[in-house]
T-cell receptor, first 114, second 115 residues
Framework: QKEVEQDPGPLSVPEGAIVSLNCTYS??????FMWYRQYSRKGPELLMY????GNKEDGRFTAQVDKSSKYISLFIRDSQPSDSATYLC??????????????FGQGTILTVHP | NAGVTQTPKFQVLKTGQSMTLQCAQDMNHNSMYWYRQDPGMGLRLIYYSASEGTTDKGEVPNGYNVSRLNKREFSLRLESAAPSQTSVYFC??????????????FGPGTRLTVT
């Protein structure tokens, strides 16, 4: 079983819809939770990160972490065609020998159609 | 400011051939990483270098070697390519502090096919 599970989709939504992307994980040591966005044939870029539990909002994007359920989410409000990309969740424990060793989900392919 | 650059962009190899993928960053980052991305597998860490002069294995190091040439450059070598190494390879870099190691900056990738 993978440490991080993410539904690969693909997910197709109309412009303006609210999008919910999710990951589950099994390693309770994970403390930092990230969402990376990857456009077609490009490298991933960091979209948002959250430390431990809670919510974080940045414009149309909201990241949620529920450590009790080992579940993280990314919500996109008022989705736009420019949001069409693959979204990868990533996680890392705090401290120890985990330095820099991100564990990624499989990625969810999102298409927002006009 | 180019960020992270990778060469080549595309490469086709025959089984058993060798090649080196080059990566350079101009952000004065201490840490650099090599990942591979396969369909349905996400990104998997091959090797990383926390700082100049150090390298360490990641999740899938078999069949690869790395060299941290200096602070800017980190190369990945395939000594004897195999079809299972067909993948897209990404180099990334991050700041030196453990707190910032999650914020990794990725290059555009190298698409490698081994026949």
């Amino acid at each position: 079983q993978k440490e991080v599970e993410q539904d690969p989709g693909p997910l197709s939504v109309p412009e303006g819809a609210i999008v919910s992307l999710n990951c589950t994980y099994s390693n309770s040591a994970f403390q930092y939770f990230m969402w990376y966005r990857q456009y077609s044939r490009k490298g991933p870029e960091l979209l948002m990160y959250t430390y431990s539990s809670g919510n974080k909002e940045d414009g149309r994007f909201t990241a949620q972490v529920d450590k009790s359920s080992k579940y993280i989410s990314l919500f996109i409000r008022d989705s736009q065609p420019s949001d069409s990309a693959t979204y990868l969740c990533a996680m890392i424990p705090a401290g120890g020998t985990s330095y820099g060793k991100l564990t990624f989900g499989q990625g969810t392919i999102l298409t927002v159609h006009p | 400011n180019a960020g992270v650059t990778q060469t080549p962009k595309f490469q086709v190899l025959k089984t058993g051939q060798s090649m080196t993928l080059q990566c350079a960053q101009d952000m004065n980052h201490n840490s650099m990483y090599w990942y591979r991305q396969d369909p349905g597998m996400g990104l998997r860490l091959i090797y990383y270098s926390a700082s100049e002069g150090t390298t360490d294995k990641g999740e899938v190091p078999n069949g690869y070697n790395v060299s941290r040439l200096n602070k800017r450059e980190f190369s990945l070598r395939l000594e004897s390519a195999a079809p299972s190494q067909t993948s897209v390879y990404f180099c990334a870099s991050s700041g030196w502090d453990r707190v910032y190691s999650y914020e990794q900056y990725f290059g555009p990738g190298t698409r490698l096919t081994v026949t």
